[in-house]
């Protein structure tokens, strides 16, 4: 069974340029969430899809944004990017939406420049 | 707020030397505490869910137990494959979703 696909696994930006980052849940999976992971604030929590429709929103600005596609793919986009949004963005699928158990990708290194 | 602390921050360790890591956790009400591994520059690996309090589950040479305010992850034995970052998070009664609030995790390194 395919666990969390993440793509790309790497990427370098410029900054002020726009980013958008692709996430394929395990097969069956229809919730996903989104995690920023730096060195100095570790795993933060971006945001959460579940049947399409945001259901959670972590403390991240407006800039940060996503969505998710009726087979449960989820793409998220980082607009006018920053020095500090160079981080592992990690996406974790769940089975359900209120299924506890959050299974992760290998993560998207982004680097801005 | 929800909050997650896990100490040490870094430990090593000799082959076959068991020891314990601490997560300690302050949540309204407590759904669930989940156990990851996570190596460099890859996503964290599931390990355990742990519920309630007295709880305990064990994976090859990892235990993980529960009480009402901390959990501890025992390593047994461990070999150099163990080596990597330990994470905890929590979810609590009240989140909306699968979201978890981590700690910061302890770099565990095991000598051969």
């Known amino acids: 069974k395919a666990g969390v696909t993440q793509t790309p696994r790497y990427l370098i930006k410029t900054r002020g340029q726009q980013v958008t980052l692709s996430c394929s849940p395990i097969s069956g999976h229809r919730s996903v969430s989104w995690y920023q992971q730096t060195p100095g604030q570790g795993l933060q929590f971006l945001f959460e899809?579940?049947?399409?429709?945001?259901?959670n929103k972590g403390n991240f600005p407006g800039r940060f944004s996503g969505r998710q596609f009726s087979n449960s793919r989820s793409e998220m986009n980082v607009s006018t990017l920053e020095l500090g949004d160079s981080a592992l963005y990690l996406c974790?699928?769940?089975?359900?939406?209120?299924?506890?158990?959050?299974?992760f990708g290998q993560g998207t290194r982004l680097t801005v420049v | 707020e929800d909050q997650v602390t896990q100490s040490p921050e870094a430990l090593r360790l000799q082959e076959g030397e068991s020891s314990s890591l601490n997560c300690s956790y302050t949540v309204s009400g407590l759904r669930g505490l989940f156990w990851y591994r996570q190596d460099p520059g890859k996503g964290p690996e599931f390990l355990f869910t742990?519920?309630?309090a007295g709880e305990e589950k064990e994976k090859e040479r990892l235990k993980a137990t529960l009480t009402k305010k901390e959990s501890f992850l025992h390593i047994t034995a461990p070999k150099p494959e163990d080596s990597a970052t330990y994470l905890c998070a929590v979810q609590a009664v009240e989140t909306s979703g699968s979201r978890l609030t981590f700690g910061e995790g302890t770099q565990l390194t095991v000598n051969p």
């Open positions: 899809y579940f049947s399409e429709t945001q259901r």
């Open positions: 974790a699928s769940s089975l359900r939406f209120m299924n506890t158990e959050a299974f």
């Open positions: 742990l519920y309630s």
